[in-house]
C-alpha cells in the first residue's frame, strides 16, 4: 500500500456549525426536536474518532458582520418563536433570518450541554467543545461538563477567523 494513502489519525475536527445546518438531513414534517436529533447523531459519529469542536455563530450586535446581514434581510422575512417542539419550518426560512438562526443555535447548544446521556456515550474518549454565542466555549468531556476556569476563549477577529485567547489575560495567541 503506498504511503500516500494512507491518511494520517484525525485528533481534532473543526465544524463549523453554520455549515453544518445546511448539509444534515432536514426532515420536512418533523419538528425542531427532530433536527435537533440529526444534528447530535452527526456529531456523536464524528466523536467515535476525534475531538470535536462545534462552532456557531456569534452574533454579536453592531457588528459589520451582524449589519451586513441585518441589510441583506427583506421585509418579507419572518422571526418566528422556535421551541423543541415547534414544527420545523422550512430550512431556508430559518437559516436565512439571522434572528431564527440564532434561536437554533442555542436550541442546538442547550440540547447538546444537557443531554447527560449523550456526555455518557459519547464524550468519554473524545470531548466535544462548543463556542457559541457565549464568550466562553462549554467543553463537554468524560461525560459530563467542564466549565474552564481561566482556560482557553474563542474570540472572533473578522472575516471568520477564529482566535484563542487566555480568558485570564484576555490576550491572543
Known sequence: ???????????????????????????????????????????????????????????????????????????????????????????????????????LMDIICEELTRDTTFHQDYTMTHKLVIASSNNTPVEISYGRVVIPRGKTCFTSQGRGRLHLCSTSSNSCD
Open 1 to 103: 500500500m503506498s504511503s500516500r494513502n494512507v491518511l494520517p489519525k484525525v485528533k481534532c475536527r473543526v465544524l463549523d456549525g453554520s455549515a453544518v445546518l445546511w448539509v444534515i438531513h432536514w426532515p420536512a414534517n418533523g419538528t425542531v426536536r427532530d433536527f435537533v436529533v440529526n444534528i447530535k447523531q452527526y456529531i456523536q459519529q464524528k466523536l467515535t474518532s476525534s475531538d470535536v469542536y462545534l462552532v456557531l455563530n456569534r452574533y454579536q450586535d453592531f457588528s459589520t458582520k451582524s449589519t451586513t446581514r441585518c441589510n441583506r434581510t427583506t421585509e418579507t422575512s419572518r422571526v418566528h418563536r422556535l421551541a423543541l417542539d415547534t414544527p420545523l419550518l422550512p430550512q431556508k426560512a430559518v437559516l436565512t433570518v439571522s434572528e431564527n438562526k440564532s434561536q
